[in-house]
């Protein structure tokens, strides 16, 4: 039966090149390169419902024929959307089959026991992956929207005001937090958006709409390099189009055209 072969060597994603030039994932019964000796092969179902397996590879195919690494963040750009969020799937489960080779209570090896698990053989505790969830929200001052620029952004474009939900916060009391304490602001009107799993490595983004309610615009310098209100004809750079970020921003620019 043919499957997704999702392999990965490090940061970066086999693609494979059909004749028309662009994209895919290799899809057949076997796979066509080995994985690593000391890589799991995890068995999943991609998006699509189509049975898929990751793994990790011992070296790069970088002189193959009709096959490229791309870096994960890049192949959204290649690949199609259904293949490019199974990939991110993949990703976060190599990820934690990395972190999670020894038993955190009695430190004995752990062992796969489903696709999703593993199982201590010695004292028997299950182990899962774990996300850690973050906010994201858009605030709107009359016709104005707040842009902030992260000191762990790489590069020069401006995003939104982020961060991780502390334990035994609600995602609300989360950016009502996180805005307080980055922007010195108060906001009002808070309206879910949407959600994205973020494989970088491990977050899913939850995004929200606010108004503006009081306060001054003070940064928190530990966190935010540069801060200000913009108005649609004078935006910065943009965040890339792959990230919720500038899907909030994109609704927002569509509500305010004309």
């Given amino acids: 039966m043919k499957e997704y ?6 940061d970066e994603i086999l693609l494979e090149r059909q004749p028309d030039g662009k994209f895919t ?4 019964e076997e ?48 690949l199609p959307s259904h293949l490019y969020k199974t990939a991110g799937k993949c990703k976060e489960l190599l ?8 038993c955190g209570a009695c430190g004995s090896p752990l062992k796969m026991n489903t696709p999703i698990s593993k199982k201590c053989g010695k004292c028997g505790k299950e182990v899962w992956p774990q996300l850690s969830p973050a ?3 858009l605030i709107h ?6 842009l902030v620029h992260a000191k762990n952004f790489k590069g020069s474009f401006f995003g939104l005001v982020a961060g991780f939900v502390e334990t035994g916060e609600t995602f609300e009391e989360a950016v009502h937090r996180e805005v307080l304490e980055e922007t010195g602001l108060k906001i009002k009107n808070l309206k ?3 959600s994205q799993p973020w494989p970088y490595p491990c977050g899913i983004m939850v995004g929200f709409n606010a108004d503006y309610e009081s306060g ?19 935006l910065p750079e943009m965040p890339e189009k792959l990230s919720i970020a500038r899907r909030l921003i994109d609704a927002w620019l569509e509500r305010h055209d004309g």
């Fill in 5 to 10: 072969h999702f392999m990965f060597y490090r």
């Fill in 25 to 28: 994932i290799p899809f057949a």
């Fill in 31 to 78: 796979a066509p390169f080995a994985p690593s000796p000391e890589a799991n092969v995890i068995d999943i179902t991609a998006i699509d419902g189509t049975k898929a397996k990751a793994y990790r590879l011992a070296a790069p195919t970088t002189n193959e024929e009709g096959y490229e690494m791309c870096g994960l963040r890049k192949s959204f750009y290649k």
């Fill in 95 to 102: 990820y934690w089959d990395e972190n999670t080779k020894y």
């Fill in 135 to 137: 906010i994201i929200v």
């Fill in 141 to 146: 001052r009359d016709n104005d929207v707040l």
């Fill in 192 to 194: 879910y958006f949407g």
């Fill in 216 to 234: 001054t615009l003070r940064l928190q310098k530990s966190e935010l390099s540069a801060g200000s209100w913009f108005n649609k004809e004078d």
